[in-house]
């Protein structure tokens, strides 16, 4: 049973789906505006990761995530380069794309635009207006009356009674902080610093808040109640206060039935953010010569709502033990190679079941990431401890074990390529290998000679010896 820390009742809960064995969530997605930098990853690969560990528990995992394609600061920088709002996102959307294709993000089962979904931003609005809970101002905008939902705050622990004074004023720009908390923009009567960035709809001419977007695309693809909604702890207040406010006004009931909240990554003890300027991309990452997937290792070793320091030392060690694991993952499947369908022994059983048991428990507590990682590193100490009492078969199983645990972690182990090696240069090693378990060394230096004629020179790693081309 899975424990998870709902930022709502600020507790962890027994994970309860609204369908048995289904699960709806939705992930607060990027604004392309410009190339999202690794704090923004974190939260991504957050999120992918506790849609991996449900899907690993057995649940059917629907996740949606939007793009924010339209909103106050991609009309504002798309003009400052005199591009159109279409053009200039499609770039960053595009690089978006391309890097949680390298982390290896795959639970995502659609990205959803928000200006695909203008429709249904007007819908809710309409609805909002009709149950008198948004209003239309004097400048002809549509505003949310924040003293309407009684529950208004509820997530973030504000009170609304402290603010009187400052909630009578309203709020145009989408983000603002909690002492600032007002009636706030649901549909955004076009100005002309809006440009071409407007709709034509029974609202007037105007574009969407950036609230009202992921409160329509979340209910249109999971339904007016869904269970997890996650993003980034800046996004509690207003964004997520806000959605709530729009989904739970416009058709009562329960929006969502828990929140998932990753904390920031930091540098130098503050959070990471493109306005510090205290950021770095994953193009970044790479150009150091750096795999995404070492980024990706490196988030893992903390638990999702730890807030965790970025350095370059700590990248370049989670670089080391990402090449710890895939080496374990190569080791195994070189040993399963041509491996029979044969049982594998009981002690092979024993870490597998194991292995299993110690990542299920790891996720049960709140998707505890580390500890689950730790279990993996377990495995692996285990099977190289023993590595001479375990024929081809229980090779096999073992890197089936892992690759299944894998599920969780997305390091691609199952598509590691045993490097190309002749079928000679093998037969070659296993009689070295051979000669040198019944200690004719003379006979494996002749064996090693031929290997090094052929082109190959032997390394002899703490994982057992292995060719590499010279
Ligand atoms: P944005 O594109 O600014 O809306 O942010 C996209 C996601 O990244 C949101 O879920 C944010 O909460 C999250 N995020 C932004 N900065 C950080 C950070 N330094 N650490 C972790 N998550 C972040
Ligand atoms: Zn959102």
Same mark, same amino acid.
């Given at each position: ?6 930022? %709502? ?8 789906? %609204? ?32 849609? %991996? ?13 939007? /793009? ?17 709002? =279409?053009?200039?996102? !499609? ?18 089962? %659609? ?15 309409? !609805? #909002? ?18 003293? =309407?939902?009684?529950?208004?705050? !509820? #997530? ?118 493109? @306005? ?16 995404? #997937? ?7 070793? !903390? ?34 190679? &041509? ?24 996720? &049960? ?15 692996? =100490? ?67 000679? &031929? /290997? ?9 790693? @703490? ?8």
């Amino acid at each position: 049973m899975i424990m998870l820390y709902n930022t %709502r009742t600020r507790k962890k809960e027994l994970f309860m789906p %609204r369908e048995e064995h289904i699960v709806g969530m939705y992930s607060c997605g990027p604004t392309v505006y410009n190339y999202p930098h690794i704090g923004n990853y974190r939260a991504y690969v957050c999120s992918d990761l506790l849609a %991996r560990a449900l899907a690993y528990l057995g649940y059917s995992v629907k996740h949606i995530m939007n /793009i924010t394609d339209v909103d106050d600061k991609t009309i504002r920088d798309s003009q400052k380069e005199g591009v159109s709002l =279409k053009e200039f996102t !499609a770039r960053y959307e595009q690089a978006f794309l391309e890097d949680i294709a390298s982390l290896r993000i795959r639970t995502i089962t %659609r990205h959803t635009r928000a200006t695909e979904h203008i429709e249904e931003m007007v819908s809710l609005i309409q !609805a #909002l207006l009709k149950k008198g809970i948004a209003y239309r101002g004097e400048d002809g905008s549509i505003y949310y009356s924040i003293e =309407k939902f009684p529950s208004y705050g !509820a #997530l973030s622990g504000l009170r609304l009674q402290d603010l009187e004074a400052g909630a009578s004023g309203r709020m145009q720009a989408d983000e603002y902080e909690k002492e600032h908390a007002q009636d706030f923009a649901l549909w955004k009567a076009w100005v002309p610093s809006d440009g071409e960035a407007y709709w034509e709809t029974p609202l007037g001419k105007g574009r969407p808040g950036w609230h009202i977007e992921c409160s329509a695309m979340s209910m249109k693809y999971l339904g007016q109640q869904f269970d997890i909604h996650c993003g980034g702890t800046d996004l509690i207040f207003p964004h997520h206060e806000n959605e709530i406010a729009q989904s739970e006004g416009a058709y009562g009931g329960q929006f969502v039935r828990y929140w998932i909240h990753n904390a920031w990554l930091l540098v130098d003890g503050k959070k990471m953010a493109k @306005s510090a300027g205290n950021f770095y991309t994953l193009r970044d990452v790479m150009a150091r010569g750096v795999d995404p #997937l070492a980024f990706k290792f490196f988030c893992l070793t !903390a638990h999702y709502r730890q807030p965790m320091n970025f350095t370059w030392e700590a990248l370049a060690s989670a670089q080391q033990g990402l090449c710890h694991v895939q080496s374990a993952a190569l080791h195994m499947k070189e040993m399963a190679a &041509h491996a029979e369908e044969e049982a594998p022994c009981a002690r092979v059983h024993q870490l597998v079941d194991q292995l299993k048991a110690d990542i299920t428990s790891a996720l &049960h507590d709140d998707v505890n990431s580390p500890q689950a990682l730790a279990a993996l590193f377990d495995f692996i =100490k285990a099977v190289y401890k023993e590595k001479k009492s375990f024929t081809r078969a229980d090779y096999l199983e073992l890197f089936r074990a892992l690759c299944d645990s894998d599920r969780v972690f997305g390091f691609c182990l199952e598509e590691i390529v045993i490097p190309d090696i002749p079928h000679e240069v093998r037969s070659l090693m296993e009689e070295r290998e051979r000669a040198r378990k019944e200690k004719q060394w003379e006979k494996a230096d002749e064996f090693r000679m &031929h /290997i090094e004629e052929k082109g190959y020179a032997i390394e002899d790693t @703490s994982h057992g010896p292995r060719a590499v081309k010279r």
